[in-house]
């Protein structure tokens, strides 16, 4: 709708800067600018929140950046999360439209709602992500967390839509063999978790998770979800019964997996009944967009287990990095989707977990006192963690007060190989500044480092 930013979420940023190399609003405002309001190549949510945040608090309206995690995308007002699979428990692409980001970042903006009922004012949700349209045009709210902390979906602006990302359950349907489909599983909690800003005056992590949703599995929170459903487009989904004697769970012990080693993640099944059970788990491996949207499996596998009454078994499930090494994305994410059927029972078991590969960190070192119009230095050293070449690495470094935007072309980077970077400025501002950089080329994104300099006033 040719706003500040042209949105790409293609992994080819020709033509533009990636959105991961973005280290500030005030580069791209300027672009947008001097451009005489062309849109910006390119941003995706995070970019888009960081932008709208500047422009809010320039217009005097408090505003700060969210993030969700394990952010639901609903494709057709059903306020659910739906996963099809046909008679076999294959997955039905063409149906699957329905996702889970692995993250996503919208805003919060503070203002009165005198068009609502009292109470609903206070802080509104708006995303400037273009996903869906509403009324025609690419946004979104803003829309009342106390609306969307109860269920209130009828309640303007794209309410159901926010509730639906923060949450909705995540329902499996099975095609039955006249083409027909069955609620076979639910899951409650798989939608989200740690919503997150900063917090007012200091580096932190703030949750905010109380604000958009009653505690998980608490009456309230079921309430909640109940009542928005019914005014969704499948409103009887929960009359469906489902058997719940065996329970399936995948967890990732410790930090997450580094980008460049093998991945473990672990499958616990337990048998909450007193007679034996058995299934074969069926699980698949994808690399995904962090939207939730799949791109390639790189794993299968097909595992028979047998418990006996009230027993909990785990396996180790291993994906080995040449199994991804030439399929990741910008956010190096990835999703396992595990199923199986109870042979006594008839209980389907159907879970996924996404999770990300950690990349390095940027470590930036000032060398030499921070004064005002003095001449100083910051060195920066990054590790591939890869076991091959970096082709074409760009570093990036932004610092109010301290350095404009540089980019700086570093080459090739060898494999496992360490390399470092001398950057002179001369701050401009005293008082405390932060000099932020990124690492950028086609096999490492997300990279990043900050570091805070005290700049003290010139005798």
Wanted: hydrophobic content about 35%; glycine content about 8%.
């Amino acid at each position: 709708d040719s706003g500040v930013l042209e949105g790409d979420w293609s992994g080819d940023y020709t033509g533009g800067t990636a959105p991961t190399s973005w280290v500030g609003s005030v580069d791209i405002l300027r672009q947008y600018h001097k451009r005489g309001g062309k849109p910006v190549k390119y941003g995706q949510c995070w970019v888009f929140s960081g932008v709208t945040t500047t422009v809010l608090r320039c217009l005097g309206i408090p505003g700060r950046s969210v993030t969700n995690f394990c952010s639901a995308h609903d494709t057709d007002v059903s306020l659910t999360t739906d996963i099809y699979f046909d008679e076999n428990m294959e997955p039905l692409s063409s149906l699957n439209s329905d996702s889970i980001w692995n993250f996503h970042v919208w805003n919060d903006c503070w203002m009165a709602r005198p068009d609502l009922p009292a109470g609903m004012g206070g802080w509104q949700a708006v995303d400037a992500t273009p996903q869906e349209t509403s009324q025609g045009t690419f946004c979104c709210g803003p829309a009342s967390l106390t609306a969307i902390r109860s269920g209130l979906v009828y309640l303007p602006h794209d309410t159901p839509f926010i509730f639906a990302e923060v949450n909705s359950d995540k329902i499996y349907w099975q095609r039955r063999a006249d083409g027909t489909f069955s609620q076979i599983h639910a899951e409650q909690k798989a939608v989200g978790h740690f919503i997150s800003t900063k917090a007012v005056g200091r580096d932190e992590r703030e949750d905010i998770t109380e604000l958009y949703k009653f505690t998980e599995g608490t009456e309230e929170e079921r309430i909640a979800v109940e009542t928005a459903c019914r005014y969704g487009t499948k409103p009887n989904v929960y009359s469906a019964p489902t058997a719940n004697d065996v329970t399936i769970e995948i967890t990732l012990k410790g930090e997450e997996p580094r980008m460049g080693e093998n991945a473990t993640l672990t499958i616990t099944l337990s048998n909450k009944s007193s007679k034996p059970r058995s299934t074969t788990l069926h699980s698949q491996m994808a690399v995904m967009y962090y939207t939730g949207v799949t791109k390639a499996t790189v794993r299968k596998d097909n595992v028979p287990l047998e418990l006996m009454g009230n027993e909990e078994k785990t396996v180790e499930w291993v994906l080995p990095y040449k199994d991804y090494q030439d399929q990741l994305l910008d956010q190096a994410a990835l999703m396992l989707t595990v199923t199986g059927r109870v042979v006594e029972t008839g209980q389907v078991l159907a879970t996924q977990h996404n999770f990300r590969l950690r990349t390095p960190d940027l470590i930036i070192t000032p060398i030499g006192d921070a004064v005002v119009g003095r001449e100083m230095s910051a060195k920066i050293t990054f590790t591939n963690p890869l076991p091959h070449p970096l082709k074409d690495v760009v570093f990036r470094l932004e610092g109010l007060g301290l350095q404009s935007v540089r980019e700086v072309a570093m080459g090739d980077v060898g494999q496992r190989a360490t390399v470092n970077l001398t950057e002179s400025f001369v701050p401009t501002r005293s008082g405390p500044r932060k000099l932020l950089a990124s690492l950028h080329c086609q096999q490492l994104t997300q990279v990043h480092g900050v570091t805070e300099i005290m700049v003290q006033e010139r005798q």
